[in-house]
């Protein structure tokens, strides 16, 4: 038996330049045979800008939340495991973060530096991955980040990603995990990325020992039509 695991998706809920609400996507997804998605919606964080009380986070929250649960509800009533992640844009670069949960966004994420978001992830057990390294300017300190996305197949920036040099980052630092994500955005963008594994992933906390373990397969999905 195996297992698709997506770990990149943007729902409409939460992420403006998503056009797939998370209900919607999770039906797609479990068209295409994947058992686990991960929602990695963009930190919203113009909405937590002048968050002061606690009262003020949980109202940010909601949005940020917003995509998730939608999927989250779906994939319920469906058998697809819903698993909670985030992008934050960080100083010119996206990085994708796992294993988080509320407690996460009771801060102002967009003051922390990359290495005070790295010395936090180990603190509390939470995974770094660099999004997409080589698409536009983006240049990821590779010591800020336990991980590397060598795929990211998102259907309108695939070749845009420059995944070859996403390769080839990560064969210059072997210590760092390697994974793939769709970066969906779009129905036309289902089951291009992610990851096969022998075992189904029911939190992060496994999906980060599988990419240790190594047991696993990349998909790597490239646009039928060249764009
Ligand atoms: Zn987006
Ligand atoms: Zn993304």
Redesign the pocket.
């Known amino acids: 038996m195996s297992y698709k695991t997506e770990t990149h998706l943007?729902c409409s809920e939460t992420?403006p330049?998503?056009s797939v609400s998370g209900a919607e996507f999770i039906r797609r997804y479990k068209e295409a045979g994947y058992t686990t998605v991960f929602v990695t919606d963009?930190y919203v964080g113009s909405s937590f800008n002048y968050c002061v009380t606690e009262d003020d986070y949980r109202k940010a929250i909601e949005l940020q939340y917003r995509g998730y649960l939608s999927a989250k509800e779906e994939g319920d009533k469906l058998g697809v495991n819903v698993i909670l992640g985030c992008e934050i844009y960080l100083n010119k670069c996206d990085r994708l973060i796992y294993g988080i949960d509320e407690s996460f966004f009771y801060q102002r994420v967009e003051e922390l530096t990359p290495a005070e978001l790295f010395a936090q992830c180990n603190e509390k057990g939470y995974t770094l991955i660099a999004a997409h390294p080589y698409r536009g300017e983006m240049r990821h300190d590779m010591n800020t980040v336990h991980g590397i996305e060598i795929v990211n197949a998102s259907q309108k920036n695939y070749y845009r990603n420059r995944n070859e040099l996403a390769l080839e980052l990560a064969e210059a630092h072997p210590g760092h995990l390697r994974t793939s994500g769709t970066d969906a955005?779009f129905i036309e963008d289902v089951g291009c990325g992610g990851i096969i594994t022998e075992e189904p992933i029911l939190s992060a906390d496994d999906y980060i020992r599988i990419l240790k373990s190594g047991k696993y397969t990349i998909i790597d999905n490239p646009p039928i039509k060249n764009n």
Request: aromatic residues 0%; charged residues 0%; proline residues 0%.
């Open positions: 943007h992420s330049c998503s963009h955005h």
